[in-house]
């Protein structure tokens, strides 16, 4: 399968707010390339493509941030070894966040380098003379994809963002301004319209190619993106599209979080990961996993590392209901089965609790350094439970109970108790997202989506995080971007 190696690009580069390292934070502008060495040929363009998707691999985004967002969402707490070990993440989770925080400036730079690669992709393949078709239209429906992905990202987390579709030079605007996020969302929308039309199937990926981009995932990011929106009819049809591509679920929840089962029939889009990828861990050019070493109970030695982050609350665990096979899969509770023959003990955890999912046992991978497991960005039981959720929007909530119960089965629960209204079918199912998504970074997006934010705000009232205000829907934009860009403004409240 497709684990993304080191990537020798073929262009130089200069990031600014999109850098891969400090250096290059440090230095303007925006984004400029030299444009002298474009690929010549298929092969240097798939090369280039594969370079767009390696930001998702870092600590920025899929390594480390995306999946904190369940803990400022009260899923969990970032537990860790306390004093100043993630308090960015704490105080975000506190509703502190100020506007020098490390976990925001992470998450504003993190998807620009693969905007940037994805712009170039697209601007460079319809160049290339001689190249096969197959090759061109996937290159370019990956660039689509990825590139209406990473905006999603910010989007999700800034609200209004610069809108930049070409790759910037040194004669263009290098201070843009922010963009309305109504237009971030058009553009979104097209791409990925452009990658439905382009991508391959799963299916007609050899395993050489599986874990790159597939056809479903756009239709999957497009249904999400629509139910986000509230176009419901237009979410509906977008996951119809996925469920006839012939997804299925796994018959065994576990094996969305397995290293034996990766790219499974369950998975549509997961960023991948790889042992002895050779590179410094705590770089951004390490493509090891951070889940298990990172989430793994300290002291306990069941997985290599454990620094005991992600620890889940009570009243997260509160919310199984009796029999659901996911808890034993999904958390380490005392008197809960044995992890790689290891009794789990309460005192591992600040809150008696660890995440299960994710953890790597050492009779796997005996180092902290080399987890090859993939993360789950779109799975099929997600796009089952937004297409119960665009149904019942759209007042069909008898047929809307099906593809609840698909999933609510699956854990080995009945089925969901007919004749619901509509908004208790929609708390129904919010519920059901989050248990089945637990710590894959999805919690924090449904919280502030539904209502326009106010029935998340409701819930982290209701749990205690009485910081929790409007502003907080929106992270703020980072101040040193701020003080780069007299272009840039800064989020109400901040």
């Known amino acids: ?138 290159s370019m429906g990956e660039a689509y994809f990825l590139r209406a992905h990473y905006y999603n990202i910010l989007a999700t987390f800034f609200g209004d963002v610069p809108l930049v579709t070409v790759p910037q030079s040194s004669d263009d605007d290098l201070l843009p301004s922010r963009d309305p996020v109504a237009d971030v969302y058009a553009q979104i929308i097209e791409d990925l319209t452009q990658a439905s039309s382009l991508l391959p199937t799963k299916s007609s990926y050899g395993n050489e190619n599986l874990g790159r981009v597939p056809r479903g995932a756009a239709f999957a990011l497009l249904a999400k993106v629509h139910l986000k929106l509230g176009n419901y009819q237009m979410a509906l049809d977008a996951a119809t599209e996925v469920e006839n591509l012939g997804y299925q679920l796994n018959e065994n929840y ?23 990828a050779g590179e410094d861990f705590w770089s951004d050019d390490n493509q090891s996993s951070w889940a298990s070493p990172f989430m793994g109970p300290r002291g306990a030695n069941f997985v290599a590392g454990g620094y005991g982050w992600n620890q889940p609350t009570e009243e997260f665990v509160s919310q199984y209901e009796e029999g659901d096979l996911r808890k034993d899969v999904t958390i380490l509770y005392e008197g809960g089965p044995q992890f790689d023959g290891k009794e789990y003990d309460s005192d591992f955890s600040n809150t008696g609790y660890n995440v299960r999912k994710f953890l790597v046992p050492l009779s ?127 989020n109400p409240g901040y």
Not at 99 to 113: E, F, I, K, Q, S
Not at 459 to 470: P, R
């Open 254 to 276: 576990a094996d969305n979080f397995s290293i034996n089962n990766e790219n499974s029939i369950e998975s549509i889009f997961e960023v991948q990961y790889a042992a002895n």
């Open 1 to 138: 399968m497709m684990k993304i190696n080191k990537i020798y690009l073929l262009i130089s580069l200069v990031v600014l707010s999109a850098g891969c390292s400090d250096d290059f934070l440090d230095r303007q502008p925006l984004d400029t390339i030299n444009t002298e060495n474009y690929p010549a040929n298929g092969e240097e363009l798939v090369t280039l493509v594969n370079g767009a998707y390696q930001p998702m691999q870092r600590p920025k985004l899929y390594n480390l941030r995306m999946w904190t967002t369940d803990i400022i969402a009260g899923n969990s707490i970032v537990g860790a070894g306390g004093g100043t070990d993630g308090i960015e993440t704490t105080n975000m989770a506190n509703f502190v966040t100020s506007t020098d925080n490390a976990g925001a400036l992470d998450l504003w730079r993190g998807p620009w380098p693969g905007i940037l690669m994805s712009n170039i992709v697209l601007e460079t393949a319809p160049t290339i003379e001689n190249i096969e078709e197959e090759i061109l239209n996937r």
């Open 364 to 490: 796997e991978v005996s180092t902290f350094d080399n987890s090859p497991l993939n993360f789950p960005v779109l799975r099929f039981a997600d796009i089952l439970l937004v297409k119960a959720e665009a149904l019942n929007e759209l007042g069909r909530t008898s047929e809307a109970e099906d593809y609840l119960n698909m999933v609510r089965n699956r854990a080995g629960l009945e089925d969901i108790t007919s004749g619901l209204s509509e908004s208790e079918f929609q708390e129904a199912v919010l519920n059901e997202r989050r248990i089945e998504l637990a710590f894959e970074g999805q919690r924090w997006l449904d919280l502030i989506r539904v209502e326009d934010g106010q029935y998340g705000l409701d819930f982290l009232q209701s749990i205690g995080k009485n910081n929790a205000a409007q502003k907080h829907l929106l992270f703020p934009i980072p101040q040193i971007e701020l003080d780069r860009n007299p272009n840039l403004t800064q």
